[in-house]
């Protein structure tokens, strides 16, 4: 079963960082593409991050350029964003999501990070 | 960016009915457009990709159509279970990939 499993959301002050991690079970990470999507209360998804398989093509949401940051892991099966200079309007549940191979779309969610920046 | 704007923001229906729900581009997307499916607590899921085929598992009640600017999710017999937020998605001009704002379908 494919599973994406998020970690490290939690509390932080303005200008905090906080380091979120997905880890992949059920399936080969280094195969597919990965993305960062983030959900603020009561709100619709907005795409944060790709990063492509080897990881040598980044790519970031205007929103959070320059702060945040997308790695991965392969060999640990997972998937990292570092977040820095936190904002309150950060706040939000962060979900990792699969590259869908066939098309356009993304294929699996973890269940996703909640994130809360306030002071 | 391509901004997506879906209609209704909410759509009001008894089970048995048919939903039709819009997306519409601010620019041409080609065919690479999704659609997802979100119930409260919980992640999207795909639905819909390449404008018009289901992904694995979703019942064939589910069809995506259009091309280019205009996009259609038709739900052709709503069970109890399909109450929930539907959102699209373009991938055709990148990053950043870009969502609708979504349209909640509620029971009436």
């Known amino acids: 079963e494919v599973q994406l499993v998020e970690s490290g959301g939690g509390s932080v002050q303005p200008g905090g960082s906080l380091r979120l991690s997905c880890v992949a079970s059920g399936f080969t990470l280094s195969a597919y593409s990965m993305n960062w999507v983030r959900q603020a209360p009561g709100k619709g998804l907005e795409w944060l991050s790709y990063i492509s398989s080897s990881g040598t093509t980044i790519y970031y949401a205007d929103s959070v350029k320059g702060r945040f940051t997308i790695s991965r892991d392969n060999a640990k099966n997972s998937l990292y964003l570092q977040m820095d200079s936190l904002r309150a309007e950060d706040t939000a549940v962060y979900y990792c999501a699969r590259d869908f191979l066939l098309g356009a779309g993304f294929d699996s969610w973890g269940q996703g990070a909640l994130v809360t920046v306030s002071s | 960016e391509i901004v997506l704007t879906q209609s209704p923001v909410t759509l009001s229906l008894s089970p048995g009915e048919r939903a039709t729900l819009s997306c519409r581009a601010s620019?041409?997307?080609?065919?690479?457009l999704a659609w997802y499916q979100q119930k409260p607590g919980q992640a999207p899921r795909l639905l819909i990709y390449d404008a018009s085929h289901r992904a694995t598992g979703i019942p064939a009640r589910f069809s995506g159509s259009g091309s280019g600017t205009d996009f259609t999710l038709t739900i052709s017999s709503l069970e109890p279970e399909d109450f929930a937020v539907y959102y699209c998605?373009?991938?055709?001009?990148?990053?950043?990939?870009?969502f609708g704002q979504g349209t909640r379908l509620e029971i009436k």
């Open positions: 620019q041409s997307v080609g065919n690479y």
């Open positions: 998605q373009q991938r055709y001009n990148w990053p950043p990939i870009t």
